[in-house]
């Protein structure tokens, strides 16, 4: 029955902070843990792999990926995360959030350690089954988006709704640091144990047999964390607003959440009616009306805020190439490069990137989604022209620190804003039967601007002068066109903030216009076709 279905609602939305919140977020977030550490440490270790698979005898620098293959291996698992997201946000709406959600942990546990394995050394081998297997990692990443963001915001209260949602997804900030802190422990001990000279010193001695386990390594501790939580994941209920939304079970949401809220919540035992107008699905006219311009901003700003934020982190490393942050190449043996790339992400994690998420999560309930996403957005733009157009300035020595300070700002500003806040909206704004799907269509989004800034990035930023570029890349618009086009991006994801809706304090019913029905009276509509009687419930 209808009626006692809100009040199981009402119950979750007016509900106290309790530890159960606490163990949602981190079985939750340890899978955003994963997600970061798994996309972004190929990011530590690809210059490792030209140098042990690409060496030129004849060239003074160390060998480095063809153009074709650092595509290839930086971007493949963003292409399987967009199809995860796609089918996984489907498949949660059809099957349920919690059956659906070990699937995607199994998916990369198996593929996290099946990546750093590989058929024989030969480089063409070794590459393929890298990007083979990093492809269904991402795709196993790309379910945990729309399920993680909607069990979170389906079982908090709506008070602290944002904060919960939010420190979830401030999971990633840690992945990316234990990226760089695996990959510090690792070459370090591998360095001590295999001391080498630097490329320029020694070219073929620069690179010992040992290095092939190091990045193997980085790549196969992703399946830790994974394997972790796998239990846990098992053992938590499926939210109530699945099971009395979408399966039409109030007697069953009420028993789950009596058992994690400690309090009892009697229903009778009727399965619910289908709601008359609320049955719409997402190729529906009445969809369009109701949430087409809000599917609209939640793609596009999502879709914009990827291809700059995913361009700054997968290149950090040139990027601090470039402006003389991490020495040459051909100055370091190979284990040791490892180290500085390392070294320099980690930085950037622990002053910036953490930083930023967790102010997300401290202040998203008191000034709002749109607030947050609007001045992050201007925050990047801002920071990023001013890399961009004096970029010549930021390139001589002295003035390094203040790029990488400049740069780091935008990080924050990225976390502190849009990274954030694009992945809460798409959980709260959408129909209870429709949240993982529509979620899972924005995520998607993101990770085709993920694609585009993975694939654009590594060619735009290389010299205008043919003869500057790195081995087999063509001629780009070089780093300061780069950097300025990411800020004109940084830009238009502020104009398309527009199109998404506050949700700060709402219930997810109010945001998704599931009680549309009731708006008619303020207490009570007369039931249709000899239907219970539907009345709100106060929340």
């Not at 607003?241 to 309090?263: C, E, F, H, P």
Request: aromatic fraction near 14%; hydrophobic fraction near 45%; charged fraction near 15%.
């Amino acid at each position: 029955m209808a009626r006692e279905q809100l009040k199981v609602l009402n119950a979750l939305d007016i509900a106290k902070t309790q530890w159960y919140h606490f163990t949602a977020i981190i079985i939750a977030g340890m899978g955003f843990f994963t997600d970061a550490y798994d996309l972004f440490c190929i990011s530590l270790v690809t210059k490792s792999l030209g140098r042990i698979y690409y060496h030129d005898d004849h060239s003074k620098k160390p060998g480095i990926l063809p153009p074709n293959v650092a595509a290839a291996a930086n971007g493949v698992a963003f292409c399987g995360t967009l199809a995860g997201q796609l089918f996984f946000g489907w498949l949660g709406d059809k099957m349920g959030r919690k059956k659906v959600y070990g699937m995607t942990l199994m998916l990369m546990v198996i593929c996290s350690i099946a990546s750093g394995l590989s058929f024989g050394k030969d480089p063409a081998a070794v590459m393929a089954t890298l990007c083979f297997f990093r492809f269904w990692l991402g795709f196993g990443i790309g379910g945990d988006y729309p399920l993680s963001a909607t069990i979170m915001s389906e079982y908090a209260n709506k008070k602290t709704r944002g904060a919960f949602i939010a420190a979830v997804f401030a999971m990633q900030g840690f992945g990316i640091l234990a990226g760089g802190i695996v990959a510090i422990i690792v070459s370090a001990a591998f360095n001590s144990a295999y001391p080498a000279r630097p490329y320029s010193e020694d070219a073929i001695g620069s690179t010992v047999p040992q290095a092939d386990y190091v990045w193997r390594i980085v790549v196969m501790f992703g399946a830790v964390p994974a394997a972790l939580t796998y239990y846990w994941r098992m053992k938590m209920p499926e939210t109530a607003r699945y099971t009395a939304l979408v399966a039409k079970n109030a007697k069953q949401a009420a028993a789950d959440m009596s058992k994690v809220l400690q309090v009892d919540l009697e229903v009778e035992p009727e399965i619910i009616e289908k709601r008359r107008g609320n049955d719409f699905g997402l190729f529906s006219k009445e969809f369009l009306r109701r949430h087409g311009l809000h599917l609209l901003g939640t793609t596009s700003t999502w879709f914009l805020l990827d291809i700059a934020f995913y361009s700054q982190n997968l290149f950090q490393k040139d990027i601090f190439s470039k402006i003389g942050w991490i020495p040459p190449a051909e100055t370091m043996n190979a284990i040791e490069e490892v180290y500085k790339i390392a070294r320099a992400q980690t930085l950037i994690a622990l002053c910036s990137t953490i930083p930023g998420y967790w102010f997300t999560v401290a202040l998203i309930d008191r000034i709002g989604r749109f607030a947050i996403q609007l001045m992050g957005f201007f925050f990047m733009t801002v920071f990023m022209f001013a890399l961009a157009i004096p970029y010549d300035h930021w390139t001589h020595k002295d003035n390094r620190i203040g790029f990488v300070v400049m740069y780091s700002l935008t990080f924050f500003f990225a976390n502190f804003g849009p990274n954030a806040t694009t992945f809460i909206v798409p959980a709260e704004i959408f129909p209870a039967r429709l949240r993982s799907t529509c979620h899972g269509i924005s995520a998607a989004a993101g990770k085709a601007g993920a694609i585009v800034g993975a694939f654009g990035f590594l060619y735009a930023s290389q010299s205008t002068d043919p003869k500057k570029t790195d081995a087999g890349y063509p001629a780009g618009i070089g780093m300061k066109n780069s950097l300025i086009v990411l800020g004109c991006i940084n830009f238009f994801g502020m104009v398309f903030t527009f199109l998404v809706p506050e949700a700060n304090g709402k219930s997810l019913e109010e945001m998704s216009q599931e009680n549309e029905e009731e708006s008619e009276s303020a207490t009570e509509i007369r039931p249709q076709n000899g239907g219970h009687d539907i009345r709100k419930v106060p929340v």
